[in-house]
């Protein structure tokens, strides 16, 4: 089985391929998955995603999943390919993590708006949980290519569940541990090192991704600092591209009017103090009352 | 890049109440936004028809999440409606479709018969009403004067409302009415509606579920309740249509084209709705797997086909009841 492209429209910024799995290797809880994907590598983002379709057209899940793109390669031994770092969650997760060596799988990508990068060369505290640092290494190379100092932040609840301490040292000017647990490195949640570390480097930007909670309490402590958190958000997700509206959060825009916005396409990454964190509580969100098209209050 | 259609030995046209389509295959509303989106991957402009998202009078923001579970080879969704209000889909979304050339099936909702009304005034007076090719009504949506009952379930409320959008409608546009499946009897709905001056039929929308989280032991949905589709109700939109072209082949209802939609994935899918009656293709929940579907479908379809020696997708158009006996 070789790669295949279905679908790679001129000027549209995102391929549809039937990429070839070159690799499936395990790193402490999750599968590193290295999949070939003609057209997808050369056009993306430190950011972006991709989206993968479960099994083949008659599988029983239909829905796609998202992935943060790890890394990419364009021009590897065996053309361009693009990493993710998958964590086997539910079904269709377990599914993607048993893919062989040479097994197809639909791949969508790039999709969604990467990380913004600054103008200047300011320090960048880059923040992960989870397999949420799976994007982050490659940031951080760009972010240095650029004259940016970077911290790299990776925390998650048990030492299994960290993604790539040792990517982080190589990359990073300076790497920081936390586990809930304290299995390795600091005891705590990242945002327990957070305050400290902006003061030490003097950092300008925070770029995060990771769950819900650890996002909304960086992005707290940018505001609190008067810096920037730029952070990449992670909502449920039927297409990846765009056409469901099923991937929805309340998003203010730079005049200050909410709306529900698709975090598929205006997303992921978001600026910290754009998001209304507070509409989110115990797994649901609910639409604030002055976004744009709000239910009235019932009569 | 999409594979070039071989030059076609079956006529795939569609006469849709008058209206000529070169080819049956449509997006469904609410299934491919409105176009932008899904132009990245197929030339929306190529299909049959480009369906919007139902559109309202003003904004709404839709429910919030989670608005969506995955169930076996299907899905709820909750979305709520959301769009950007009629004035910025037109001035923005309709504009958009008109300037590629696409042909351009225009959903319309509303939460009373007049707003149906109001929305499609909008449209059909718009200056880019030469894009619309039919007006698609969803009357699947919530009364607000009856309790939130669906128009769908009523027949009283559907006629009323087809009765004042077919008002704002100009001769020679078709405006389809969007059909419920959760009905007792949807012929008479059927009826119903062709009789208030529907002509043609779209069948159908989601059926109402519920899935429950175990984790947390509550509705996965925010609203409780959402709509079922994907091929899971595939077998439900083939009865329906089923149902209704054996009822319009009968004489007991006016006949009317008939527009199929409900998990429809392969061209082996359209081609069951086909046979039981509809005349063109709705793609919807599908897409989200493969964004290419409406169009691969259609490619599938024509291959099939030909391959069971007709020339015309028409000749194929409810066969299934020719080949039936009760
Ligand atoms: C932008 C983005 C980047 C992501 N990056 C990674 C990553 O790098 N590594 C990783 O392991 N996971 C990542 N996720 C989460 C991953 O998409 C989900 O864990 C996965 O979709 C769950 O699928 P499932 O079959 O295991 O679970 P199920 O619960 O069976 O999934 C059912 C449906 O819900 C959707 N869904 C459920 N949970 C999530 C979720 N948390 N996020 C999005 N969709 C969900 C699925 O896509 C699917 O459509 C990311 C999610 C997003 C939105
Ligand atoms: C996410 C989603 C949103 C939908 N939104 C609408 C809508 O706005 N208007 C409408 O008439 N139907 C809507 N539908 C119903 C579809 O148009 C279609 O009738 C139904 O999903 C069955 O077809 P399918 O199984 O191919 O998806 C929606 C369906 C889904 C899955
Ligand atoms: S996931 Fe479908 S619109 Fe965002």
Redesign the interface.
């Known amino acids: 089985m070789s790669a295949r492209?279905?679908?790679?429209?001129e000027g549209?910024?995102?391929v549809?391929v039937d990429a070839e799995v070159l690799g499936n290797s395990a790193v402490g809880a999750y599968r590193h998955l290295t999949l070939v994907t003609p057209g997808l590598a050369e056009i993306a983002r430190p950011g972006q995603f991709v989206a993968l379709?479960v099994g083949d057209?008659t599988s029983?899940?239909?829905?796609?999943r998202s992935f943060s793109i790890h890394r990419v390669s364009p021009a590897g031994t065996y053309g361009a390919t693009t990493e993710i770092v998958v964590a086997a969650a539910g079904p269709?997760t377990q599914e993607l993590t048993r893919l062989e060596a040479g097994a197809s799988v639909?791949v969508?990508g790039p999709l969604g708006k990467g990380f913004p990068l600054p103008s200047q060369p300011v320090p960048c505290i880059l923040v992960g949980g989870g397999y949420g640092s799976a994007p982050l290494f490659w940031l951080a190379e760009q972010l240095r290519e650029r004259g940016c100092p970077v911290e790299i932040v990776l925390g998650a609840a048990t030492a299994d569940r960290l993604f790539g301490v040792v990517e982080a040292r190589r990359v990073a000017d300076g790497v920081t541990v936390t586990t809930d647990d304290g299995s390795a490195g600091t005891q705590g949640w990242v945002s327990d090192v957070l305050p400290d570390l902006i003061a030490r480097t003097g950092a300008g930007v925070l770029y995060g991704c990771g769950p819900m909670g650890m996002l909304r309490s960086m992005s707290a402590i940018a505001s609190d600092h008067g810096i920037v958190a730029q952070v990449a958000v992670e909502?449920?997700m039927?297409?990846g591209?765009?056409?469901?509206?099923?991937?929805?959060?309340p998003v203010a825009d730079q005049h200050g009017t909410t709306?529900?916005v698709r975090s598929c396409?205006e997303g992921p990454v978001f600026r910290g103090d754009r998001v209304r964190w507070e509409?989110f509580d115990d797994?649901?969100?609910?639409?604030p009352a002055d976004?744009?098209?709000?239910?009235k209050e019932v009569r | 890049?999409?594979a070039a259609t071989p030059p076609s030995s079956v006529d795939m046209s569609v006469d849709l109440a008058g209206v000529r389509l070169p080819n049956p295959m449509m997006t469904a509303s609410?299934?491919?936004?409105n176009g932008r989106?899904?132009?990245?991957?197929?030339?929306v402009a190529q299909l049959g028809a480009f369906v919007t998202?139902s559109v309202k009078a003003?904004?709404?923001?839709?429910?919030?999440?989670?608005?969506?579970a995955?169930t076996?080879?299907?899905?709820l969704?909750s979305?709520g409606l959301?769009?950007p209000?009629v004035q910025a889909f037109v001035e923005e979304d309709l504009a958009w479709l008109h300037s590629i050339g696409a042909r351009v099936v225009v959903s319309i909702a509303g939460s009373t018969a007049s707003e149906f009304a109001n929305v499609a005034r909008a449209v059909v007076r718009s200056r880019y009403a030469s894009a619309v090719a039919a007006i698609e009504v969803n009357i699947s949506c919530p009364n607000v004067a009856n309790r939130g009952l669906v128009f769908a379930c009523d027949p009283a409320s559907s006629h009323k409302v087809m009765t004042l959008v077919r008002e704002e409608v100009p001769r020679g546009l078709p405006m389809l009415a969007k059909l419920s499946p959760d009905v007792t009897d949807i012929v008479e709905i059927a009826d119903t509606v062709l009789k208030a001056g529907a002509h043609g039929l779209t069948m159908i929308n989601t059926t109402l579920g519920v899935a429950i989280d175990v984790d947390?032991l509550r509705p996965h949905l925010?609203a409780a309740t959402g709509g079922l589709s994907?091929?899971a109700i595939r077998p439900m939109a083939v009865r329906a249509v089923w149902q209704v072209a054996g009822a319009m082949r009968a004489g007991r209802i006016k006949t009317a084209p008939i527009v199929g939609a409900g998990g429809v994935?392969?061209g082996r899918d359209a081609l069951e709705l086909v046979a039981a009656g509809a005349s063109a293709i709705q793609v919807g929940?599908?897409?989200?797997?493969?964004?290419?579907a409406p169009e691969r479908v259609g490619r599938e379809l024509e291959q099939l086909i030909a391959e069971r020696g007709f020339t015309r997708l028409s000749d194929v158009t409810g066969i299934a009841h020719e080949r039936f006996t009760p």
């Open positions: 492209t279905i679908a790679a429209r549209a910024g995102v549809q379709a057209g029983s899940m239909l829905l796609r269709g639909s969508i909502e449920a039927a297409c591209v765009g056409i469901c509206m099923t991937c929805v959060m709306k529900m396409l509409a797994g649901l969100c609910r639409v976004a744009v098209g709000a239910p | 890049m999409t609410g299934c491919a936004a989106e899904m132009h990245r991957f197929i030339d998202k003003q904004p709404v923001s839709g429910r919030g999440t989670p608005r969506m995955e076996p080879s299907g899905m969704n979305i959301q769009g209000g947390r925010i994907g091929p994935r392969t929940t599908a897409a989200f797997n493969d964004p290419t």
